[in-house]
């Protein structure tokens, strides 16, 4: 089955990251793709249209899941929010 190994966020062309699913969700699969990069388009829009919506202090960063290749955006309410999921590299070496 191929794998995706090399994602690229559509917005800042920045590697992706695996990030490991919560516990309790509808996503499928153990992970998704996540740009964690502080620096992408669509997480720094996202603050001033939360705030403007929703008069909230958060943004989302763009997601993408493996199997089904749907993406969406993922609610944040910090810059580090949600990074301690973030999977290392060396845990996925595919025996
Ligand atoms: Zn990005």
Redesign the pocket.
């Known amino acids: 089955m191929a794998r995706i190994t090399d994602t690229r ?1 559509p ?2 062309q ?1 590697p992706m990251q695996r990030w490991a699913n919560p516990q309790v969700t509808s996503w499928n699969g153990e992970f998704q793709w996540v ?1 964690f ?1 502080d620096e ?1 388009p ?2 720094l829009r996202g603050w001033e249209w939360m705030k403007s919506h929703f008069n909230v202090t958060a943004s989302y960063r ?1 997601r993408l899941e493996p199997q089904s290749g749907e993406s969406g955006p993922l609610p944040v309410w910090s810059r580090d929010a949600l990074k301690s999921n973030i999977l290392a590299e060396e845990a996925d070496a595919d025996a």
Do not use: D, F, G, Q
Request: charged share 10%.
């Open positions: 966020c917005h800042c920045k740009c990069n992408c669509y997480y763009y």
